[in-house]
Each structure stands twice: as C-alpha cells, then as structure tokens.
C-alpha cells in the first residue's frame, strides 16, 4: 500500500515516547478541558446565584418536587423497562418462531425515529383526540404530565435495553444452561439461577442505560410534560424566565445525584448478589411449559406493540394527512414556519458532521489510552467511569453549565457553542463503543505486528483500525444520530439558532405558529432524513466491512 | 440406538443412522476424529440435540420426547461448563438442590463426591481459582452427584495437559467402576480410548465403521480407517495374483511378492496391504525368509523405549519399523536391510475409490473441500 508522505511522517515519529505522550496527553487535556470541567466550573462560576432559590419557598418547592420527580421517573421507567424488555429479548434472542425477524426489527424501529418526533407521535397516541382515547371514551386517556412523560420514556428506553440483553444473549455461552439442564433444571430454573446471573453486569448495563436516557431526555419530555415539572422541564422553564440560580441549582443537583448514582451503581452493582439457592422446582417446571411460555411471549409482545411500537409510529397518520392536503407543498416551498425548518435542518446536519469528525480525532486516543492502559490500570479505569458521565448526566443540566462556563468567553458564536455542548453528549458514545472493541484485539497481534517491524502508528493504522472498524463505523453512526436527535443541551446553550428538534420542540408548544399538519410533516421529515443517512452510512459501513 | 439420524443446515450430515448398543455398567468410548459426529451422538443421547430420525433408548425406555433434566444423566462438557457465579460446593450440590432433594441427602452426596474427587478442602473456591486437572474433577463430581447412572463425557481431558490427561483417564475409569455406572465417554485420543474403555465404536463422517473391544480393533480391523486410526500401520499398495487355502498372494508395487492369511479378497483386487510397524522383524542384509522385503535404512529415531526406523524398499515404498531398543542390535541409516512380517499379523483391504489418502484423512483438505 503506498504511503503517503503525512502518513509515512506519522508512522516514523509514532516510534517516538513524546511524541506518543503528547498524542494522549493532548486527548485526556481535551477530554477535561472542553468536556468535563466547563460545566462543573460553571456551577461554581455561578454557585453566587444559588441563593437565590433559597429566597423563594415556592421555587424551592418547585425545584425540589421537579428533582424528585426525574429520579423517581427514572427508576421507575428503567424497573419497567427491564421487567418489560427482558421477556422479548429472551423471545428474539432464544425463540424459534418463524416471526422472529420481523419482530426484531420492530424492536429497533423507534430507534431511527428523533425523541421529538417520538415525543409528538406518543402525545397523539395516549392524549390526542384520534388515538387510544377514543376507544376508551376518555377525553383524554392520559393527561399531559407525569404518566405520559413515564410512557414517553418507557418507549424511547425500552428497545435500547432490549438490544442490550439480546446482545448479552446472543454472546452468552449456552452451554451453562446446557449444564444445569443435564443435571436436572427445569429451563426456567437454569435461567433463574444460572442465565441471569451470569447476565448480570448486562442487566445491570441495560438498567443504567435506561437510567440515564430517562433522566436526560428532554425534548420529547417538554412537549409532553404540560404544567408539570420534572428537572429538565424545570430546568427549561427557570432558563426561558431568566432565572439563573434556579437552573444552576437543578442543574448542580441532576449532575451530581446522578453522577454519584452512576458510581454507586458501577461499584456495588458487581457485589449484587441474586437469589440462587432457592428453587421451587414443581412450580418452575409448571412455568416452563410450552402453553405457558407461548402465553407469556404472547404477552410480552402485545406490551411491545401497545406500548411502544404503536405509540412510536402513531404519527404516520397526520404524516400520511399532510401529505396530501398541501402541506408537503409549504414545506418544499419554503413557505411560512418551513423556512426556519429548512435552515434548522442544515444546522442540525452540520453541527452533527463537525461533531462526529472531532469526536473521532480526539476520542480514539483516549479509547487505546482507556483499553490497553497505557497509563496503568487506575488510571485507564478512572478515565473510563469519567467518560462516561457525560452520558449519565442530563444533557440540559450539562448544557446548562456549559453555556455559564464558555459565555464568558464572548468571542466564541452560537454555533460554536451547540458544537461544544455536543462534543460533550456525543463523547462517551464514541469511547466506550471503541474501548470495547480494541479491547477484544488480543495484544499478541499488535505485538507481532511489531517484532515485525511496524512502528507504534502503523500498528494501530494496520491492525487496530481494520480489526475495529465495524465498531468505528457503528460508534460513528450513534454519534450522528445522537447529534441530530439532541435537544436539551441546545435549548440550554443557545436561544438565537435553532436546531431542527429545537424548532419542533416550539411548534408543538405553540411558541412558533405551526399547524399541526406542519407539526406532523416536519416530524416526518426529521425521520425520513434520518433514516435516509443511517441506511447511507449502514451501506457504506456493511460495504467496508 | 436406533437408526439415529441427525443433519444440521439441511446439508450436513452429522450423524448417517446410527444403531449402537452400550450395556449396562460398561465404559464405552466414541472414538474418532474431530467433526465425525460423536459429540453429537452423545448430545442426542442427553437431549440436548433432537436427532431427524431414530430412537433412543436409556434403560429400555424410550426417551426421544424426554428433556435433558428428565433423562437421569450426567454430563461432563469439554470445556466443564462450570457456574463461574457459585463455588464449589454451590457447583456440586446444584442438581440435588434443582432436584428438591432434602438438604441433608444433597449435602452428604456433595461431601462424598468432592471428598472422591479429592477437592473437598477447595469447596469455597470459583472455578477461575482451579487449575485445568481441578475444573476437571469438579465437573464430574458435580454430574455424580446429581445421581446419574448414566455418565456422558464429552472429551473430559480434551484441555488438560499431557501429564495430567495420562493420570486422570484412569482416576475416570476407576471412579465409573467403583460407582456402578455406566458411561460414554467420548474423544479424538486413541491412545486414552483404548486404555480406559470396555468396548469402543470407531466413527468417521457420521458412521460407526467399528465397535469391538480395544484388542479387537487393534488386531482385527475391519476397516481402513480403523486400521490406521486405531494404533500404526503401514499399507502398501497391491494386487492380488492368487488365492489359495488360507493364503493370498499379493503382488506390490515394482512386483514385489507377498502373502497374506487374510483371504477376504478375490484374484485380480486392487488392494491395500495393512502390517503394524510392531510386526515387522529386521535383519542385515539380504536374508531370504518368507514375507521378506529389501530395503535400505533411511531414517531412524530413539524413542527410549523403542527404536523406529524408516526403511526404503527397493520398489521405493518407506516402511516403518519399531523395535524394543533394548533387546536387538541397532542398524545404522544408509544400511542394507531385510524386513519381514508374519502373514498372520497383516490385513488386505479393497483399494478405497476415492483414493488412499482421502480415506485415511482425518481433516477435510483443500483438495476435498
């Protein structure tokens, strides 16, 4: 293969140590200084402004009630997720129906769709006068509030945490089940005892994962929330009305409770014991009939398709209205609110085009830094659990405090701000997807590839990034769509420039005059566009690999 | 087992209608090269495999609709498949605990097993604290004490060390025997089937070509495969001239002649000449004697107890030759020579269609793929 001049400069100074140090040096410095610290200096750039919460028993009210009520959301939604989820992975991962594939599609579906448009269809399906509500005679069957923002985020977290344990399942070493089989278990007695303990760091993963998608979305929160308040509605609200102290307040509190839940988690999860000893082995056995588990995996997927796919695709029907009732000429046309939409889409694109190419620079160091410990194991393993709070932490509590830290510095745009607090939701995405993956490269291959005499960046441009590259690819297309679908940080760091699920986010609100057939359409398009650059990229990734 | 059938993908054959009985408190082994569908013979028997066609039988009873917990079996995996999340003794007494029975009964069987086993001190040990030998041990004592009377191995020492293998085959067999069970052992090691084994089937591609005692496979093999898989052989390459009472002639490659007790074949055969190495006698020289061959020493080998020596006939065919080293005189590479064998000792084959060296392959190569 031949060499071009940058390459073959880099492959000889890779030999270098300072020159490697730099690499992750200047990585784990930017890691810290435009991701981690800007926010938590914000809080204490601003920690004056605290107070004025204090004076107000009303907003202390406020505030405390909108906490308490991210939290318990959260752990309620990721409880019901698992329970939920758990039955159809074990169905996709284990069944032998010939409807298997199609339902495993499905359960990626909402996926694809934008949390704003998953927000906006949700709404019409429980609250709308054309969805559930008028088969039960109810106008409407669920309010804005509290439950519809529990259904909203059941449905959004649910098939991440189905593809999570279908994922474990699918890695899982059968032959454990086997054993316990052959020495008398009944099939739910060996998945009870022997399955789902093994399982259990997945599990674990898919709950922390509903978790923290519950606590940060917001969104597809804020249109369905009504006058009600959870952290980021409140935190929003406080933000719109100026109040800084308020937003710094909730903010401080969201990333620090749920950092320290995050930790908790990470640290006692793994000592978490699950009941094994006890068997009731006429019962189990009972429970493991074929009328019984076709029963139960008939259930489960009427709880998949009431609850979140149904819900998730509700909005086909107003799309499928505007298309023919002229809207979909407006919206071509530029005419109106659709203008701002087109402008905002572009936005939306370029910001997650930047996003995705830094991220790559500047993450992929720090993966090889986190997965071959190059700083030792304390240090690969703290870096690893701060790379991912990003992820843990509401993404508007981080843009938040982003937008206090860098407003100081007055020179830097808006857009240049949306980017930053992207850089930062996106990040942990990237890390952990690439830290898993050069993990699973044995070292024996980079250590021939040198005793063959590749100098250090050769290796990694010859063996990491070819062996790594479905990962890479898979990593970069998350970050993408995580980009485009991310709301809250934008709301928190800018109010000039729009991105496109910000300006949805105001449609449905009625901040900006939209119809609903607007609505409608420019959901539809989010998604079809969306969808258009996934299959795009999923080409290009399947052609490569 | 009858007329067990089992294809996977819908075109590979795993297992071509297998009949096979093994009887009551035998040790029996499943011998054969990797990919000839004796671990999943041995999978249908558990259940954990459903076969296309066929019975299967434990006890006299028809167990095809039974599932694995039902079948009264115990199982040893090849990679021992122990719990990672539980000790030892949570290991151990597992099937007594899945079973229901009393806790007293599945502690004491749990006691006994790992005392037997020797491992009782190690009860508070994970399987990733054990050696390979331990892990071993554990997992049989853990099928035992779930009250199996009938033991499936599924190549038990397949990862253990050399050393370790050799010694622990026979702590299997004593264990099996002294138990009163029966077992079905299966593995890619002739030399441990026919060690610890009452009787052994010989698989290749989803048949069993063989089954007998390790003395009958040994000295009468019924197949070529067998006679090559089974021990050491030489073939070389024939015709039959004549047939006569009790003796055939054959005449080899470069029109060497020889005989042969074995009368299967008819005049005029393609045929394939069988002899141990063991069988061989050597000599200097040029010794006229009956069955004897000349050649020259090519290559020879100490191997403590034996000396091997490969020997290029003058129709250059290379017969191998193995000796005791300690009672004979060594002959030097380059010398003259006469070997001979017993007409007794040796086996004729039909000439396989596929060619010699397809048939003994143990491997798909390149070529056959």
Redesign the interface.
Known sequence: MPNSSAVGYFDKVSSRPFVRHLIYSGSVIFFFGIILIPPILGIILRWNAIGEIFESPNLISRASSAIYASFAIALLVSFLDLVAGLPLAWFIARGKSKWLNIIDTLADLPFIIPTVTLGYSLLLYWNGPEGVSQFFGANPLVSKGWLLIALLHFAFSYPAVVRVIVGALFDY?V??E??????????L?ADR??TL??L?SSLIAAFTLAFARSLSETGATVIVAGAFENGVVFIKNTRDAGQEGPMVFVSFVLIFTASLIYLTIRLLGPRLKMP??R?W??VERKLSDFKVKTVRDSFTTLVFFAFVLVPSLFIVFPIVSALSNGTLNQAVSGVGVWQGYWQGLLLSYFVATTVTALNILVSLPMAVLIARKRWGATASTTLDVLSNIPMIVPSIALGASMSIFWRNFAFIPEIALIILAHLSITYPYFVRAMVAAIERVTMDLEEASRTLGARPFTVFRTIILPLTKYSLFAGTIMMFARSVDETGATLAVVTGVKTVPVLLVDWVRGTVPASAMDIALGAGLLVLFSFIILLVLRIVVKGRH | MVNVSKTFAKKIVAVDNVSLQVYDKEYFSLLGPSGCGKTTLLRII???VKPDGGEVYIDSKLVNKL???DRG???V?Q?Y?L????DVW?NVT??P????WEEARGERIGREMLEMVRLYERQDAFPHELSGGMMQRVALS??LA?GARLL?LDEPLGALDAKIRFELRYDLRRLVKDLGLTAIHVTHDQGEAMAISDRIAVMKKGKILQVGTPQELYTNPQHIFVANFVGENNFLEGNVVKTSEGKVQLELRGGLTVSSSDTSKKEGERVILAVRPETFTIEKGHEKRPNSLFGVVERLRYEGTDIRYEVRLKNEDVVVVVRPSLMEEWFNVGESVTVSFPSEKSYVFTYPGRGLREELAVELTSEMV
């Open positions: 070493k032959v454990y086997e054993a316990a089989r052959t020495l008398g278990a009944a099939p007695t005892t022997v303990p093994i259990k094994v000893k068997v082995p006429f | 558990a259940g954990l599932p694995p917990e079996i115990g199982f995996f990679t498949a719990f990672p999340h539980m949570d597992y099937g605990r899945v079973k229901a853990r099928a779930a499936l």
